[in-house]
């Protein structure tokens, strides 16, 4: 169903919304409302616009009941009922407004009241506070028991979490916090201590909120209805002024947010409950870590230098465009047009992203562009438009609602996508059964009131082969959906899949052996998925981040077309997007071999489109992809790159090869909010612009398209897109654009998909999936549903082939790379925020067998060595990875997590196979050369930051 | 060879009876003297213990109360027992069981707790044997005729909540026991537990079979070891002969049950927060609706009974509705077991129909207040059931005709007292009670409480009139405000012992009669 987008839903109705297709009228005080059946009485109270006074409802959690201010009055029913709690029924005649219901609720607001601080004025909730609220409402003017008796006023704050408070001195219980950690949260980490008087919230697990189990996701802050849990900066900044609409930053979920606003600065961010992505639900990042956006840290002068041993200097934008123009047009005078390039930005805008692929095809004259999901998803892009033939995951988030069976394969939703964690806990708390394929116990293999029924725990890079045995077990027991093959799939491609997965050499008895899992666990998850009901796979990076990435990719969605599991809500082949616009960059044609809407570029009527629109000619052969620019460079030709926000020094596999890559080139454009590992060897520093600093459209995982709203000026003085504007101009191709939307409406003319999009559209809806054009003019929540984009789905043959990269005597561990809850990729963002508090440094997961047999104990420093390189973390001791597999995370440069990985990858898309490397680990006691080098390297550009010469109005030195 | 019968009731324990078996056995076996001794279930008459019968031809013959010095005298007086000093002559010609209704503990000091065998020689069985014949539709009508009404307190009509269970469909539902027996001065479930286990069960499976619950659980509180392990045996011999598992009664339908043990908190007598609580969470009282019969104990249709009232179910099956509906009187139907405790000379257990008084309970039964002096008031129903004075002691015990007098007969518990108790220390003493059992969830009982103990302090503090009286209308108005805006009967209830110790008793709160009345 398509919501249409209304701001004025902001007014909280009490009690969650009730689907029912029977209407129940009732009447109250006197007027008449029907509402659907389930509905509480305060939620049609406040359709009619009747205010009831409330404490403990919200229309964010079930009615709980405990406040006891809601209190009605019903013909025919004895006493005064709870309105939150009690449901509608026909003809029912309620009275909210009574002489006995005044009293009532006066009286249990003097009891509130007699336990609560009189400090309204100094207060950090004042003027935002539901008790101060209820009780201007109920009239209460004095409180007669005093305020002698027994209280809880002299109770001890918290102030441990970086970002709220918790003031028990303030807390009226009314469990908010406690029911949004359940309910909304799914982390159950919070509770009431104590009994009658003495119940108190308390987060378990630890002495204070810090030390608990809580995740930090707010949830808690923003139920609570007084200033007993309060965002920090609230009560440092006071309550904000005014609010935007707009669009996270971090990951692919792409939680709509409200930025509340002092002027220009940022109080903070609440996740909106129209939100369609997220329902007024966010994670620590999210809602608490955009302190980076005013960091220090950030670079707000461009800045050029000759050499990359050079000292930086400031210039204006002008300067710094005009020479990395003269810079790239010198290069390709000297080394031909195909020596430069460009890497668009999955964390910029559509728009952007955009911007810099017209800007590499049209100015450059080349297609020499490619984006970071070239290192993330370009399998799930291959791999779904060969099998299904869009490029896409095939549902909205709220499908999960509706699945009965989830199988997560290779992702690990509550670290890397912690709000649609929340919500799949949810529907596993309503009985959906779960299947976990990863190599680690991730938590939702065992976590409160979630529990996986299969944990297939399989060796690393051995995707292929479950996925082929799980086949082979549909094949032979007879699990196929026959009539939705025929009707749906190419009968030649489905035979031929069917004849390879039945071989024997394909059944879980075989292939069990290699992927180290029961061949009894394999056949019961296969079932299990095959027969469960509505069956629907999520699966992240442990998927495509593989030699075999594309092929597995395509054996998933094998696997939902055998079973019939695609095309309607509570199924589908879903990905996990890392970031937030990782869907949109390659949507907007980053890849090297596609336009806008996945075209090739060897499509003459599509080339010739865009050749119309752009006014230029445009090469008919793929330009680059990263790997390949890297090769190239090393090879002496590939000279200039303009990479904007995204630090390929850190994120990429290898990372001396990298580096080494990078300092071979003659002219690197660095565009970012910060002086990352790339702009360490960049020769022009462009400063980026953060998402509170732009307007502009994310898409998320679920091909919904969202804006993101400006809130305060670009601190760099330009948008990015503005700055590539100014690139492209000063290249001589000119850009003319006012306003994004106008880039918007470019894109809309040109792409059959998003035809119909446009940022009057996105206004009235709130967002729009994509395919949105004549045929789906309110956008596309469920993929294939009549048929598959490509016409029959088919059967791709997915013969597993193990990767190169194998354990040996010298490398006998398999390492593997995720993320965790507090800190996002490359860290740049939330290494800047007070994230640290939970995740400082990078840490070694090893299993104790495999410590114990090294001498390697908890903390201990760790040597890790592979084929490609070297590098010391900090090893903990834990059983989450099975024998014979180490884990890290990546988010900190200095920890060197890419410096071991290696050059291998994807066959089809040269993903990189982050997720395998084949390594030893052994106690050491000082860091690895490369570490050595990397921090003396590290300390000399920090220098040439620090000693950078100030813009002055004479002209630059550095001109050649 | 005289066969001896003796109460393991945990009561009789507490009062030597163990002693006085051991002193027996030895004895007997010393002289040599052959004796059987059997240890039975308690009569109820509780001042008598320990209580030892004896089979004569014309009956059993009591002994009591006993002491393990009493013993020889006793063996020696089997020949000729009247002669005893402690002789009571034929147990149930005495006037205290003899003019007693003994329907629901009709097994009671007769048969051995764990007997299977003495339990179907005493009717037992036949209710689940009926039931099985008739099926569950009309098991459920019986079970609506008959009037049987909740014996924990609500009274609320049984047979509605078993059609309501046995209509709402669901892959699972339960039967929930309430077994938390908190209130003072009551012991009738504990009786019943300790004394005829098997009657619970069967009354458990009969619920079960005719609802379409598969499973049961029996929530003991954890005062009640004695119960516990009773239970649990008994649960093993019932499952053992077919009476529990796959093939309930030969009926061909499952049901199973366990006894779940609580923690000590008087809410979890509250059945929602009882159910939390047997989910393995903080024993919280939920909002209804919905209604436990509609989405219970994990969300699923749950019956929940007290013990009295699902142990009612067999005799009601076994003999037909009208048998049961033909006692009591207007809407309260059947017997129940009024428990007499406190400052009474006679306490003990009394099963009458309904609408004896009350006057006929404390006075015939209980015989006056234990230490002599004039009797002051008894508290019906719990800590949460007012007080009522010896003006109202007419007052026929019938669930409606004590609602009228602002009082309630809630699980059937009598405590009386003597003129040297204050009622305005009983006042408070009542708030305290709700402060330290208030499950924290409604701010009415969760702060209410509190402020109440303090305004009766207060109260009972002031210097003069118009501040005893200023105390007078905030602890009214707090009565009514917990009364009418709490969510449970914990909060809500705490206005009868309180209002009825301000309204009969205004003295002892230093007030005059028309202070009170204001």
Known sequence: MITLFDPKTDIDLGTPARDSDVHVTLNIDGRSISVPEGTSVMRAAALLGTTIPKLCATDSLEAFGSCRMCLVEIDGMRGYPASCTTPVSEGMTVHTQTPKLATLRRNVMELYISDHPLDCLTCSANGNCELQTVAGQVGLREVRYGYEGDNHLADVKDTSNPYFDYDPSKCIVCNRCVRACEETQGTFALTITGRGFESRVAAAGGDDFLDSECVSCGACVQACPTATLMEKSVVELGQPERSVITTCAYCGVGCSFRAEMKGEQLVRMVPDKNGQANHGHSCVKGRFAWGYATHPDRITKPMIRQHINDPWQEVSWDEAVTYAASEFRRLQQKYGRDSIGGITSSRCTNEETYLVQKLVRAAFGNNNVDTCARVCHSPTGYGLKQTLGESAGTQSFDSVMQADVILVMGANPSDAHPVFASQLKRRLREGARLIVIDPRRIDLVDSVHARAEYHLALRPGTNVAMLNALAHVIVTEGLLNQAFIDARCEGSDFANWREFVSRPENSPEVLGAICGVPAADIRAAARLYATGGNAAIYYGLGVTEHSQGSTAVMGIANLAMATGNIGREGVGVNPLRGQNNVQGSCDMGSFPHELPGYRHVSNEVVRTQFEQAWNVTLQSEPGLRIPNMFEAALGGSFKGLYCQGEDIAQSDPNTQHVTAALSAMECVVVQDIFLNETARFAHVFLPGSSFLEKDGTFTNAERRISRVRKVMEPLGGKADWEGTVALANALGYPMNYKHPSEIMDEIARLTPTFTNVSYAELERHGSLQWPCNAAAPDGTPTMHIEEFVRGKGRFMLTGYVPTEEKVNSRYPLLLTTGRILSQYNVGAQTRRTENVAWHEEDRLEIHPTDAESRGINEGDWVGIGSRAGQTVLRARITERVAPGVVYTTFHFPESGANVITTDNSDWATNCPEYKVTAVEVSRVYHPSEWQKRYQAFSDEQDRLLKDRRQARGDKAEVRR | ?518
């Open chain 2, 1 to 518: 060879m005289p066969t001896l019968y003796l109460p393991c009731d945990s009561l009789a324990r507490a009062v030597g009876a163990d002693e006085v078996a051991t002193a027996l056995i030895t004895q007997a076996h010393e002289r040599p003297l052959p004796l059987e001794l059997q240890r039975t279930s308690s009569r109820g008459l509780y001042w008598l213990e320990p209580l030892l019968e004896v089979d004569t031809p014309q009956g059993r013959f009591g002994f009591g109360p006993l002491t393990a010095a009493d013993v020889p005298s006793v063996l020696e007086a089997l020949g000729d027992p009247s002669a005893h000093p402690l002789a009571l002559g034929l147990v149930e010609d005495l006037p205290y069981l003899k003019t007693q209704q003994r329907l629901l503990f009709a097994r009671a000091g007769i048969t051995r707790p764990l007997s299977l065998d003495d339990y179907r020689a005493h009717g037992g069985f036949e209710g689940l044997n009926r039931s099985v014949t008739l099926g569950g539709e009309e098991t459920a009508t019986e079970v609506f005729d008959s009037g049987l009404r909740g014996r924990g307190g609500a009274a609320f009509p049984a047979g509605i909540k078993w059609r309501t269970v046995r209509l709402t469909e669901a892959a699972q539902k339960y039967i929930v026991c309430n077994a938390d027996e908190g209130d003072s001065g009551t012991f009738a479930d504990r009786m019943l537990m300790e004394g005829d286990p098997f009657l619970l069960i069967e009354g458990m499976a009969i619920a079960g079979l005719c609802v379409g619950a598969t499973y049961g659980y029996i929530y003991v509180r954890s005062e009640y070891p004695d119960a516990v392990a009773t239970l649990r045996e008994a649960l093993e011999i019932a499952r053992s002969n077919g009476y529990l598992g796959a093939n309930v009664g030969g009926s061909g339908l499952a049901f199973d049950m366990e006894v779940r043990v609580g923690a000590g908190a008087y809410i979890c007598g509250e059945e929602t927060a009882l159910l939390d609580s047997l989910e393995g969470k903080r024993g919280i009282v939920r909002a209804k609706p919905p209604i436990p019969a509609l989405k219970g104990l994990f969300g699923q249709p749950t019956l929940v009974h007290n013990v009295l009232t699902l142990a009612s179910v067999p005799l009601i099956l076994a003999k037909g509705a009208q048998f049961y509906r033909d006692y009591g009187m207007g809407r309260s139907l059947g017997t129940m077991p009024f428990q007499l405790a406190g400052n009474v000379r006679h306490g003990g257990l009394v099963e009458r129909a309904f609408g004896l008084t009350l006057r006929e309970l404390v006075d015939d039964y209980g015989g006056g207040t234990a230490s002599g002096r004039p009797l002051k008031a008894a508290q019906v129903g719990g800590p949460l059931g007012a007080w009522v004075p010896p003006s109202q002691f007419d007052t026929p015990l019938d669930y409606e005709a004590f609602a009228a007098m602002g009082a309630m007969l809630g699980h059937g518990g009598v405590v009386v007292a003597d003129d040297s108790l204050d009622m305005a220390q009983m006042a408070r003493f009542a708030m305290e009670f709700c402060a330290e059992e208030s499950c924290g969830k409604c701010t009415p009982c969760r702060i209410g409480s509190t402020r109440g103990v303090e305004v009766i302090d207060r109260l009972l503090a002031a210097p003069d009139a118009s501040g005893r009286d200023e105390q007078v209308i905030i602890l009214k108005d707090l009565c009514d405000t917990m009364q009418y805006g709490s969510l449970c009967a914990l909060g809500g209830m705490v206005s009868f012992p309180v209002a009825s110790a301000l309204k009969h008793f205004p003295a002892d709160f230093g007030l005059q009669p028309s202070e009170a009345e204001q």
